[in-house]
């Protein structure tokens, strides 16, 4: 029943996008009792609902639907999972009593500041866009100077627009879907430029966004300078110079209203940090275990709040999975304690969960530092696996069947991502298909 | 409304103008105030450094050197009165070298001799013990205990509220463009038609010399003084405790660590004399600077921590001090070269100017309702949970949390408007939404929303800060929108509704 909030569940889930519908659902099939999931947006989707473009459900429905339809049919299966899911609701805080019970603190108008009790937590609440001051590009204070996300909830849930003529700093992945929404709405995108060699979105919407559309992306080049009193009225970029800094002999003037910047996002930890919750300086989600555990008993997290995901799809898997485990924890199954800790090798930003076990397979999302093709996964002395490229941008996904690790007896195990024989060259121009995942 | 001669005309709505016009509100006056920008503040009076200086590193021999011990000691009482930010942490001045400790020792006879409160030296131990973070190798420091931190853009809005409440007139975007005389009074001239007054007070900050130069009066020369201003990370909150200060220089009070009323360490100002009045960007040169003095200072900040930048413009007259006084032009009066520390001074400015309008000829008469108090703004973040629980069940609109990242409810919002804000700087500046880590990347479309249903305008409407600074524009403005044929992947956006 939406909107109905109990005084006691067994799992309640914080964030209502993607990650906490899936959580939610996981638990119910895992035979959890009652399941809460708030949110505190009007409605359930999370940033789903103002990702209008298709594309999504590829993995998960073998088929492409839309965001909002994503997000919706995850709301129906809620509903039928007899979940509630309550809206326009902020979890504030979580405090644990001396005997395990969890109490969230969940504020909203109808019922003030309310304590939940429950026996476990979800954290899924998603990621924010890394902000102007995240890079210190120097200059003015105008207005026009946003995120892609935000101007993409302006075109896509106000119906307006966030200026005229438009550059783009940063080629993650909204900005590119950002970059076309724009040139379909009448405005002239004059460029996007991207700091690396490569970009930082995916290959299918570099080719798809902006390809497509002519619209120039310049690599190698970035932002030095913001002008305009009220509104921007231009921007300097420079291309990278070979001691890493912006070659300002060749720094040039363009002109427009408005910067979208799409550099990157960062988990929203807020909360876990509040709970003391140990947290992992590169993803800046917390660490968790084969479970999708959190340092704190019975807190599970997944989605966006755990590592930044690129597809939907993979939160879907995460999230369910998370749910699973968070169900069974709620009814007092508790697993063995994981024997093993993971650690990011060569070539390997970092990779989640960051904790396995013996005996059980396990999935594991992995981020490359640097792009390469051909290469392999090398895990210990246990297991291979070919690539035919790897980029930052593309979130690496593969499992460890539980034969792998019969008889492993150290407490490490590590990962590398290595050039394939006589193949060690940078793949900044990768454009093969599938290559991971 | 031309027919009508007020008492006062006061020309910006920096702290400056506010703090007079409050000041002005205690009498039976008719007193307006004209300020260019949407909203009184947006000058130098957002981006300064904040600091209720103690006042003994400035001489008596000048008028600011007087001003400013009186100006502090008034923060207590206004702080009471109108519920602004405003703590007394605490200032050091540092000593590196032995030969420099003389100088600092006549700093706090100086500073003593005027009445600066609780002075002494600290010496290396003591240093040491208090402030752990900084370099090693500074030998000692004066400790200033009246030395505090202040938001000053909430002080602004508390003062003109305050003296809008007692009969004070506010026009915004009001920039003047002339001053003459009429009839045996002064004209300013404005784009809402002439505003006829006896008196005419010139605090436009960095502007004072055009206006003077409005009024017939070429006596006063402005500089613009750029002082970039760098906020660091959250992790190094508390690195220090206090304010730390060098010994000043003839131009500056060198560059400083500010531990801000709201725990951010802020690093800065640079000072460069730049010419053009509007200049406020930042520099990679003036971050430069910046860190590498700081880092020195206090070894555990790095460049990389800085998370935002703004820079403000410091009005430096040729006389290097405050021009506080009547002019050529019978009733116009100069409050120009309001440089550091202007801010401190505020009150005791305004003070002085009462008075200086009172030997002018100007009648006061103390308003027996006056009403010194204001309201200072509800802050749900920082209540208690059984207060939070009680708002809400007052005002439902305490239950929606519009700014997650600073925990700002729409009542807040609403409250912000209520108090003044009719831009998107307004409110966050009153209320914090839009401060916090996302930057306003959540909130800034509820905002937008808000602003747009109180104010009676459409969204397109909505400025960050009043002029140019609009934020977004309808779908058919920006020429030739092809809606109908959607995207090629099939997805429109005509079935999403507007949130
Ligand atoms: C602007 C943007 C555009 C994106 N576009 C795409 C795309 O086109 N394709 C794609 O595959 N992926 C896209 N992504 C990635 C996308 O976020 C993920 O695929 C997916 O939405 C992540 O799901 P999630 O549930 O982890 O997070 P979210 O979808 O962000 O959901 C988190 C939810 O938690 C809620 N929440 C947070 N804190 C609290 C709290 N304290 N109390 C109550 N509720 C809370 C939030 O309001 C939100 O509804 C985009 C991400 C962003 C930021
Ligand atoms: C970097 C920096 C750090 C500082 N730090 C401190 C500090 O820590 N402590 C301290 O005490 N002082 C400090 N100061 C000084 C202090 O900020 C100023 O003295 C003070 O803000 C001056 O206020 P004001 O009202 O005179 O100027 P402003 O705030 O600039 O106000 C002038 C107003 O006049 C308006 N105006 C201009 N032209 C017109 C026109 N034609 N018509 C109508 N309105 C007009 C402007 O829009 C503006 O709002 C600092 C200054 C700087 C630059």
Not at chain 1, 31 to 41: F, I, Q, S
Not at chain 1, 329 to 357: E, F, K, W
Not at chain 2, 403 to 415: G, N
Request: net charge negative.
């Amino acid at each position: 029943m939406l909107g109905r909030l109990q005084n006691r569940y067994d799992v309640v889930v914080v964030g209502g996008g993607p990650a906490g519908l899936a959580a939610a659902i996981g638990a119910r099939d895992a035979g959890a009792g009652r399941c809460l999931v708030v949110d505190r947006e009007p409605e359930a989707g999370g940033i789903l609902l103002q990702c209008i473009h298709s594309g999504f459900g590829l993995h998960h429905f073998k088929e492409e639907l839309t965001g909002p339809e994503y997000a919706q049919r995850f709301f129906e299966q809620a509903l039928e999972h007899d979940i509630d899911v309550v809206p326009e609701s902020y979890v504030s805080g979580i405090g644990i009593d001396s005997d395990g019970t969890r109490r969230v603190r969940v504020l909203n108008e109808t019922r003030g500041l309310h304590t939940v009790d429950c026996r476990s937590v979800v954290l899924a609440m998603g990621c924010r866009e890394r902000t102007r001051g995240a890079i210190r590009i120097p200059g003015t204070r105008p207005a026009g100077v946003l995120t892609a996300g935000l101007a993409q909830k302006f075109v896509n849930l106000m119906g307006y627009l966030p200026g005229r003529r438009v550059a783009i700093l940063g080629s993650g992945d909204i900005g590119l879907i950002m970059a076309r929404r724009l040139v379909l709405e009448g405005c002239e995108v004059v460029g996007v430029f991207e700091l690396m060699p490569y970009s930082n979105g995916l290959t299918r919407n570099v080719v798809q966004c902006l390809d497509d559309f002519g619209i120039p992306l310049h690599l190698s080049t970035t932002v030095t300078a913001i002008e305009g009193r009220d509104r921007v009225s231009a921007i300097h970029v420079a291309p990278m110079g070979p001691d890493g800094r912006p070659d300002l002999q060749r720094q040039r003037r363009v002109e427009c209203d408005t910067l979208l910047l799409s550099i990157g996002l960062i988990p929203e930890n807020e909360l876990s940090a509040s709970l003391g919750i140990d947290l992992d300086l590169v993803t800046r989600g917390p660490r968790v275990s084969s479970t999708l555990e959190t340092s704190l008993p019975g807190v599970f997290a997944c989605g966006n709040v755990l590592h930044v995901h690129d597809l939907v799809d993979f939160v879907t898997g995460e999230a369910l999975r998370a749910g699973r485990h968070a169900g069974e924890h709620a009814q007092g199954i508790r697993m063995a304690r994981d024997n093993i800790t993971l650690v990011a090798g060569d070539n390997v930003r970092y990779c989640v969960p960051h904790t396995l076990s013996t005996g059980r397979e396990h999935t594991i999302f992995m981020r490359c530092k640097e792009p390469m093709k051909p290469c392999e996964i090398v895990v210990g002395d246990r297991m291979r696996k070919r690539l035919s490229f790897v980029v930052p941008a593309e979130m690496i996904m593969f499992t460890i069947k539980p034969d792998a690790l019969e008889g492993y007896h150290e407490d490490t195990l590590r990962i590398d991502i290595r050039p394939l024989e006589g193949a060690g060259r940078r793949a900044t121009d990768a454009a093969g298909q599938g290559g991971a995942a | 409304m031309q027919d009508r001669l007020y008492d006062v005309a006061i020309v910006g709505g920096g702290v400056i103008g506010c703090a007079i016009a409050r000041e002005l509100s205690r009498y039976r006056l008719d007193v307006v105030l004209l300020e260019r920008n949407a909203e009184v503040g947006f000058g130098t009076t957002k981006t300064n450094s904040g600091i209720i200086h103690p006042g003994h590193d400035t001489p008596v021999t000048t008028l600011k050197g007087r001003l400013v011990v009186r100006g502090n000691a008034m923060f207590d009482q206004l702080q009471r009165e109108l519920n602004f930010g405003f703590q007394r942490i605490g200032a050091l001045t540092w000593v590196r070298d032995e030969a420099d400790v003389p100088v600092a020792m006549d700093l706090i006879r100086q500073g003593l001799d005027k009445g600066v409160p609780g002075l002494e030296w600290w010496d290396q131990a003591r240093l040491r013990r208090e402030e752990p973070n900084l370099a090693r190798d500074l030998i000692g420091a004066i400790h200033a205990p009246s030395g505090g931190v202040i938001n000053p853009y909430e002080f602004a809005f508390a003062l003109i509220e305050s003296a809008m409440k007692n009969g004070v007139e506010l026009r915004v975007d009001c920039p003047v463009s002339s001053i003459g005389t009429r009839d045996g009074h002064l004209e300013v001239g404005t784009p809402m038609g002439p505003v006829a007054a006896r008196f005419v007070l010139n605090c436009a900050g960095v502007h004072c010399d055009d206006i003077a130069r409005m009024a017939g009066c070429d006596d006063v020369r402005i500089v613009p003084r750029k002082g970039e201003e760098f906020m660091l990370d959250k992790r190094l909150h508390g690195i220090v405790r206090r304010l730390v200060f060098p010994l000043p220089n003839r131009k500056t009070k060198g560059t400083l660590i500010i531990p801000t009323y709201d725990g951010t360490i802020m690093v800065g100002p640079t000072a460069h004399d730049v010419p053009d009045k509007e200049d406020v960007a930042t520099t990679n040169a003036g971050a430069a600077e910046i860190f590498d003095y700081v880092g020195r200072l206090c070894p555990s900040i790095h460049p990389s921590d800085a998370i935002t930048a703004f820079a403000g413009l410091r009005a430096v007259s040729d006389t290097g001090d405050f021009i506080i006084g009547p002019t050529s032009q019978k009733g116009f009066l100069n409050v120009a070269g309001i440089q550091s520390p202007g801010l401190t001074s505020a009150p005791s400015i305004a003070e002085f100017v009462r008075d200086l309008l009172c030997d002018e000829g100007l009648e006061l008469q103390p308003r027996a309702d006056f009403d010194p108090h204001v309201e200072g703004p509800p802050r749900f973040a920082t209540r208690s949970h059984e207060d939070q629980d009680a708002l809400v069940a007052a005002d439902p609109r305490f239950g929606r949390i519009v700014c997650r990242c600073e925990l700002v409810t729409e009542a807040e919002i609403h409250a912000a408007i209520d108090h003044g804000a009719r831009t998107i700087d307004g409110v966050k500046f009153r209320c914090r939404a839009g401060m916090g880590r996302c930057q306003g990347g959540f909130c800034t479309s509820r905002i937008v929303t808000i602003l747009s249903e109180r104010l009676g305008i459409p969204p397109e409407q909505v400025t960050k800060r009043g002029g140019g600074s609009w934020i977004l524009l309808p779908m058919d403005d920006a020429g030739g929108g092809d809606e109908a044929g959607g995207t090629p992947d099939g997805a429109t956006g005509a079935e999403v509704e507007a949130c």
